[in-house]
C-alpha cells in the first residue's frame, strides 16, 4: 500500500507543480529569425540552454531581445494582446542615449558647416590679373594686390576643408546604417581613421582663421580702396565665426579627437535591445490557448527621440507562444477493422433423429470484423506536421453474427495536422468470441441434454481472445 502511494505521488507531481521558467526570445533583425533558449541553474550559476519554441506557463519570465539592431536607428517595443507585461531597457540601451544625442548632433553640425562652406564659396573671388610689374604699382595697388591673393587662399583652404568634411560625413554616415553590424560598422570606421587626417582637418580651419586676422589687419590700412574685395572678405568673416561656433559646439564638437571619440564609444555598444515580459493573463487562463508578443521596430523622432507615432514604425513582427497547460485526452468515434489472432468459429449442430444426440462442427473464418469503436485519445504535441497519439477505447460489431461481440482496443496512431479532425490508429484488440466449453468435442455424436436442447448457446462460453486492429478516429 506504502509503495502504490509513492508511486502515485511520483506519477502526479508534474500535474501538481508550477515552477516558474525563465526563457530568453532573440530576434535577429538582420537576419530575419528568432531563437529561444531556457535559462537553467546549475550549481547557483546561470547558463542557458537552446530548445524549441517555448510553452508558457502564469507567471513565467521572458526576456525579448533583438540583435544588430542599430539603436542610433531605431528603438524596439513590446507591444503585446492578452497579457500584461512589466518592461525593463537593457543596459546598452540606456548607455546608448547620450551616444545617440552625440551622433545626430555631430551629423546635423557636419551638414550645417558644408552648407556654410558651399554658400561661402559662391562668393569667391575671381583671380586678379596684374598686367603691370610691382615696381611700376603704387603702394595702395600693392596692398589690394596682397589681400587679393590671401583671400584667394582662404577660399582656397575652405574648399578643400568643405571636401574634407564631405568625406568625413559620409563616412561617419555608417553610424546611422540599417543593414551592417556592429562588428561592421566599426571595422568601417577604423579603416577611415586610418586613412582620414583629423589633425588636418582642424589645422586647415585654424590656419583660414589665422589668415583672416592678418586680411583684418591689412583692411585697416588707409590704403586699401576695394570695395568689391572688401565685400568678399566680409563675407568670409562672417561665415567662418558661424562655421566656428558649429566646430566648437560644446554637445557635439568636432576636434581631431571626433573619431576616437566615436570609436570609444561604440566600445560600450552591443546593438541590442531587451524587455522583459511576466506571462499573465486578464481571461481564465484555462481559456488561453496562445499568447502574442508584438516587436514594433520604430523609427527614433529627430526632435523626440522618445515620443513615436505609428508613422516612425518600420515593421512589426509577432511571434506566437503557446501556452502550457494540461492536456486532456480526447473521446472520439470511428470505425475499427479487428483480426482476432485464433480467427472467428462458426459453431454447426447436427441431431438425430430422437433428438437425443448431437455432433458439433466448426468453420473457421480469418477475416477482419468490421466494428464502430470510441476511443479516448491521448495527443503528444511536436513541431512536425504528423503527432503521435495514445489510444484507449473499445469497439462494438455491426454484422449481424457479430453484433454483440465487444472488444478491447489498446494501441497508437497519428494524427495529421491540416486535418486535426481525424487520425488513424492500431494495435492490439481483445475481442469477444464464443468459445465452444471444453466439456463438449467436435467431430463426434455425444449426448444432449435437455438444456442444450432448448437453447443450444449453453455449448459456448464467451472469451476475450488477442489480436490486432487498425481504424478511423473521428474527433469532436
Not at 568670409?236 to 559646439?249: A, C, R, S, V, Y
Not at 472488444?407 to 481525424?422: A, D, E, R, V, Y
Not at 487520425?423 to 466449453?437: C, E
Amino acid at each position: 500500500m506504502r509503495s502504490l502511494i509513492v508511486i502515485l505521488f511520483f506519477i502526479g507531481l508534474p500535474f501538481i507543480s508550477n515552477a516558474q521558467n525563465k526563457f530568453i526570445i532573440t530576434y535577429d533583425k538582420l537576419q530575419d529569425n528568432f531563437n529561444f533558449e531556457k535559462v537553467i541553474y546549475k550549481q547557483g550559476r546561470e547558463s542557458t540552454v537552446p530548445i524549441d519554441k517555448p510553452k508558457l506557463s502564469k507567471n513565467d519570465v521572458l526576456i525579448f531581445k533583438t540583435i544588430n539592431t542599430n539603436e542610433l536607428v531605431f528603438d524596439m517595443d513590446l507591444d503585446f494582446e492578452e497579457n500584461d507585461v512589466i518592461d525593463e531597457n537593457n543596459l546598452s540601451g540606456q548607455l546608448l542615449n547620450g551616444f545617440s544625442s552625440f551622433s545626430g548632433l555631430l551629423q546635423g553640425n557636419l551638414g550645417a558647416v558644408i552648407e556654410e562652406l558651399s554658400s561661402l564659396l559662391y562668393y569667391a573671388p575671381s583671380p586678379l590679373n596684374i598686367t603691370r610689374s610691382l615696381e611700376a604699382m603704387s603702394e595702395a595697388e600693392l596692398l589690394n594686390a596682397s589681400l587679393h591673393k590671401k583671400t584667394l587662399k582662404a577660399y582656397k583652404l575652405a574648399e578643400n576643408e568643405m571636401k574634407d568634411l564631405i568625406e568625413f560625413r559620409s563616412n561617419i554616415s555608417i553610424l546611422s546604417s540599417e543593414d551592417k553590424t556592429l562588428e561592421e560598422i566599426k571595422i568601417t570606421l577604423n579603416d577611415f581613421k586610418e586613412r582620414f587626417d583629423s589633425k588636418l582637418l582642424i589645422d586647415r580651419f585654424q590656419e583660414i582663421k589665422a589668415l583672416i586676422d592678418e586680411i583684418e589687419v591689412d583692411m585697416d590700412s588707409e590704403y586699401t580702396t576695394n570695395e568689391e574685395l572688401a565685400s568678399e572678405i566680409e563675407v568670409l568673416n562672417t561665415k567662418i565665426d558661424k562655421i566656428e561656433k558649429i566646430f566648437n559646439n560644446p554637445e557635439s564638437p568636432i576636434t581631431k579627437n571626433t573619431l576616437n571619440d566615436i570609436g570609444n564609444q561604440l566600445e560600450g555598444v552591443d546593438f541590442i535591445i531587451a524587455h522583459k515580459a511576466i506571462v499573465e493573463s486578464n481571461r481564465d487562463w484555462d481559456d488561453v490557448g496562445n499568447i502574442e508578443y508584438i516587436l514594433s521596430f520604430r523609427r527614433k523622432a529627430e526632435d523626440t527621440p522618445y515620443d513615436y507615432d505609428d508613422d516612425n514604425i518600420q515593421m512589426n513582427r509577432t511571434i506566437s507562444l503557446k501556452t502550457d497547460k494540461p492536456k486532456l485526452p480526447k473521446w472520439t468515434t470511428g470505425f475499427a477493422f479487428l483480426r482476432p489472432l485464433v480467427g472467428t468459429s462458426t459453431y454447426r449442430v447436427e441431431e438425430d433423429f430422437f433428438g437425443d444426440s448431437m455432433r458439433i462442427t466448426s468453420l473457421n473464418d480469418k477475416s477482419s470484423i468490421f466494428s464502430i469503436s470510441t476511443s479516448l485519445v491521448y495527443e503528444f504535441e511536436t513541431e512536425t506536421p504528423i503527432s503521435p497519439n495514445l489510444s484507449i477505447g473499445m469497439a462494438m460489431g455491426i454484422s449481424e453474427d457479430r453484433e454483440n461481440s465487444i472488444s478491447l482496443l489498446l494501441g497508437s496512431g497519428l494524427t495529421f495536422k491540416k486535418f486535426p479532425f481525424i487520425s488513424v490508429t492500431g494495435g492490439a484488440s481483445f475481442t469477444q468470441l464464443d468459445i465452444l466449453k471444453d466439456t463438449y468435442l467436435q467431430n463426434v455424436w455425444q449426448e444432449q441434454s435437455e438444456e442444450i436442447y432448448d437453447d443450444q448457446s449453453l455449448l459456448y462460453e464467451r472469451k476475450l481472445k488477442p489480436g490486432y486492429y487498425f481504424g478511423i478516429n473521428i474527433h469532436f
